[in-house]
């Protein structure tokens, strides 16, 4: 009875979060648009396991992500401070970080549409590859923050700074990308474990606030993808730009040795 309840509080209150959407889509396919609702019944329906999907989502979230990231989180600290190190809480934040990434349904959507309109030249795994990464690394730094506890603002200015550098020395094609890929990743799957786990080490270290210190993790998971992955586009053209340069080089020799045979 208590889940039946907590389902209807949480149906209720994504109802209530849905609607104005609903009515703005609405409102300007009849008043601005003015044409009719094709299939709408069919729409209905979908709308409706929309609130449904969401409402089961929310309230998974609160029973069992959000307490798994807090649990792990404090399990992880009482085992730093018996072993004199904060080494596998740096660890845990890694993979998850990398783990979550992967399995993002919003960046495994981008990666696909910019295989595609790319014609191959950005591969899925690739991309997917270096934005996990990235996400990897700020996640790790960011629980190393929340353990040393420095400011917040001075590796995002920081990392900022990188950015700004590498647009300006990146190729073109993949900035854009880049940037939205710190964007994508911020989701569903990696934004739950990674604010529970900022919480949940704010809250079980000493001198630390839950609001000031345990959130901003999301922060370094936006940030560092854009860096990886603009670096990855480096390293590409890099290699790419070696390669032709050794088949230059190779034809070169190649016409020499035959100039000096004719002699």
């Known amino acids: 009875m208590l889940f039946i309840s907590d389902f209807l509080t949480t149906f209720a209150s994504t109802v209530r979060d849905v609607l104005p959407i609903a009515a703005i889509i609405l409102g300007f396919q009849l ?14 329906g979908g709308f409706i396991l929309v609130i449904v999907g969401l409402s089961f989502f929310l309230l998974g979230l609160e029973r069992a992500l959000f307490p798994i990231g807090r649990l792990m989180a404090t399990q992880l600290i009482e085992l730093g401070e018996s072993s004199g190190g904060f080494l596998w809480v740096y660890l845990f934040a890694f993979a998850i970080g990398a783990s979550t990434t992967i399995a993002e349904p919003s960046l495994i959507a981008v990666a696909m549409k910019a295989n595609q ?15 996990a990464i990235g996400v990897a690394i700020g996640i790790a730094l960011g629980a190393w923050r929340i353990v040393s506890g420095y400011p917040i603002h001075w590796f995002i200015i920081a990392g900022y700074i990188v950015v700004v550098i590498q647009t300006l020395l990146a190729p073109k094609l993949i900035i854009p990308l880049a940037y939205d890929s710190g964007g994508v990743t911020t989701s569903t799957v990696t934004v739950p474990l990674v604010a529970a786990l900022g919480l949940g080490l704010a809250e079980n270290i000493d001198g630390r606030s839950a609001l000031i210190d345990g959130f901003g993790l999301i922060a370094f998971a936006s940030l560092f993808p854009m860096i ?3 670096a990855y586009a480096q390293f590409a053209e890099f290699k ?12 070169t020799n190649t016409q020499a040795e035959d100039n000096s045979n004719a002699f």
């Open 31 to 44: 008043f601005v648009i003015r044409k009719k609702l094709p299939a709408w019944p069919r729409l209905l």
């Open 228 to 230: 990886t992955v603009m």
């Open 117 to 131: 309109v790319s014609g191959g030249a950005i591969g899925v795994w690739g991309l997917r590859i270096a934005v």
């Open 240 to 251: 790419r730009a070696r390669q032709a340069a050794n088949l230059t080089t190779s034809a």
